[in-house]
């Protein structure tokens, strides 16, 4: 399952709504291209100090009110931001 570039959120958007999160939790496809883009924003995220989780399952998580959801390689999901894990390092640039 991958994102289709019409729901794709655009890299600059992405990193604005990551930059401000107070909690940020990361859905990811089981790819290795999924979790590797994964961990390249979790990286970013951890120099922003902007504290995070990543998961790599297709299943919903428990939600704070004021976190932000983003799910990378994975399409149709109940998210915030939705990620092409090919997209990871424009975002991360953004950052």
Sequence with gaps: MSVSPAEQ????????????????????????????AAGVVGRALRTLDVPFRIRATDAPDTVAHDDVVAVVGLSGADADLELDPNDAVSVVREL
């Design 9 to 36: 959120t655009p890299a600059a958007d992405a990193a604005a709504t990551l930059r401000e999160a107070t909690f940020v939790r990361l859905r990811v496809h089981g790819s290795g291209a999924a979790v590797a």
